[in-house]
């Protein structure tokens, strides 16, 4: 299917009484979510005299936000997902940047969408959802009204874009645009990875204004015709109760989120059919990796995607097949090569950067060190293959140490003090560059329980590193700092 708003008109045809949504106590089928998108539809055609060409959405992960989403791209508007707790300032400036004609939230929003309105001075319609039976828009309305939704025009999808706004960094949020081949070529990749389940069904373990929430997890969940369970709430006791409670059987999430979460999972039914993690990255500690599997019947797959690549890449595409440490082999949406500085390919086991191309690239770019050549982007991510085409990540350009005539990378310093009995996370910041030789600093977060002081933690680490590799500076801290994705925030470390 060429457009992802198909995969709910072919589902609400062919197995329309399936659950698509479960949202607190409700559930909504695929012919219930299709008649609220096809009202809604109708309802912005008789308010707008043309196609609206662009529509935001200010609502929070809800039936709702589902409906207004697949409603905008079912009418060809490009869509902007606005994160929805925000200042009414912040909303402004975003509705400054984008002129929506149209607006549609809750009516719990509209006294800040009023302020931003008129502090933007910016005109558009506002389409208001709400629980009470006034004029405003009803989920429950819209869902048991069948209808049908005929386009008079067919816009051009091609051209078509979903804008998401990056979470703040240092004071700046970042904005980044997918064409609907885009998210639907990375969807339609994904789902596939599940395809073998019999049930399949999704946990919003990301918010789904995110890139994340939005591509791996709503988008994935509908071409593979699954069900997701929406929570409000992404806090990992929560949702280790929701994947219980809800028999989840799709769980995307990152290294730190899985582990937070499996804390949390002591009463999950051992013996329950398999279970599928898709994991973003790497989880270093085998031990951890083979306990999940073994005692939740979880099956981890590993892969990795990139905001510019419609967050999807490669990924370990079955248990048979996978190679631990690996984040797999390119997607069918994709091709990744490992290149060097001039851009010729790498051997096996070479390490060079990461260049990818596809139908998933955006042609918007947020990082100003990736570069674009002939519809491949070149990042700077440094990796490896071996001979079966699997890919491995080892560093960043910038992560780089230079040590005593040696080339480090941080994240291999990082596993080495990682693996020590004392130390639950640690992350490092080069507090001093240049000369030939950086310094470090190591901050260290020490297992429940276990007190150590800097010099004894120290004498432990001389011990298991090389000489070269002894960390400059140690610290240790209650938490490290990171972002929702779960990657460290180095410029917090020297703080």
Not at 101 to 127: M, T
Not at 233 to 261: G, R
Not at 372 to 381: A, C, G, R, V
Request: net charge positive.
């Amino acid at each position: 299917m060429k457009n992802i708003f198909e995969y709910l008109d072919f589902y609400s045809k062919y197995n329309p009484n399936k659950t698509f949504i479960s949202y607190h106590e409700n559930n909504y089928s695929y012919k219930q979510i299709n008649n609220a998108v096809n009202n809604l539809c109708n309802i912005i055609n008789r308010s707008f005299a043309n196609y609206p060409k662009r529509i935001a959405l200010f609502l929070p992960g809800s039936p709702e936000f589902i409906t207004s989403y697949f409603a905008s791209i079912k009418l060809g508007a490009d869509v902007v997902i606005i994160p929805p707790n925000i200042t009414y300032q912040e909303l402004s400036n975003l509705l400054k940047q984008t002129k929506p004609d149209i607006l549609i939230l809750n009516n719990n929003s509209n006294d800040k969408v009023d302020k931003a309105k008129f502090l933007s001075k910016c005109e558009f319609i506002k389409i208001i959802f709400s629980s009470n039976k006034d004029n405003s828009l009803n989920i429950n309305e819209l869902i048991n009204y069948e209808s049908e939704f005929k386009q008079t025009t067919y816009p051009n999808f091609e051209e078509r874009q979903i804008l998401f706004f990056l979470k703040k960094f240092r004071q700046k949020r970042s904005r980044i645009g997918y064409s609907y081949k885009n998210i639907t070529s990375a969807a339609r990749s994904l789902a596939g990875i599940v395809k073998f389940l019999p049930k399949k069904v999704f946990i919003n373990s990301y918010p789904l204004h995110t890139t994340k929430g939005n591509i791996q997890i709503l988008n994935t969940c509908l071409a593979s015709g699954g069900r997701l369970v929406i929570s409000n709430n992404n806090i990992p006791n929560q949702i280790a109760k929701q994947i219980q409670k809800q028999k989840v059987t799709i769980f995307v999430t990152d290294t730190n989120y899985l582990i937070e979460t499996v804390e949390n999972f002591e009463n999950i039914e051992r013996k329950s059919k398999q279970k599928v993690i898709l994991l973003n990255g790497i989880l270093y500690d085998r031990k951890i990796f083979k306990e999940i599997e073994e005692k939740f019947n979880f099956t981890i797959l590993e892969g990795f995607g990139l905001p510019e690549t419609s967050e999807v890449c490669c990924w370990n595409l079955n248990k048979l097949e996978r190679v631990e440490l690996s984040i797999g082999k390119p997607l069918p949406c994709n091709q990744v090569l490992i290149v060097n500085e001039d851009g010729k390919e790498m051997p096996p086991y070479k390490p060079g950067y990461l260049a990818i191309k596809g139908e998933n690239i955006c042609n918007q770019i947020i990082d100003d060190q990736t570069k674009i050549y002939k519809d491949w982007i070149k990042t700077e991510l440094i990796g490896y293959k071996d001979h079966d085409d699997f890919i491995y990540l080892k560093s960043k350009k910038k992560n780089i140490l230079h040590r005593h005539g040696y080339e480090v990378y941080i994240e291999d310093i990082e596993d080495f003090i990682r693996q020590l009995e004392e130390v639950n996370d640690v992350a490092i910041s080069v507090t001093e560059s240049g000369g030939g030789h950086d310094k470090y600093k190591a901050c260290i977060k020490l297992k429940n329980g276990i007190k150590s002081d800097t010099e004894t933690l120290k004498k432990v680490i001389i011990d298991h590193l090389p000489k070269y590799l002894i960390p400059d500076e140690l610290e240790v801290v209650k938490s490290i700092p990171k972002d929702e994705y779960g990657n460290i925030l180095r410029h917090k470390l020297n703080k």
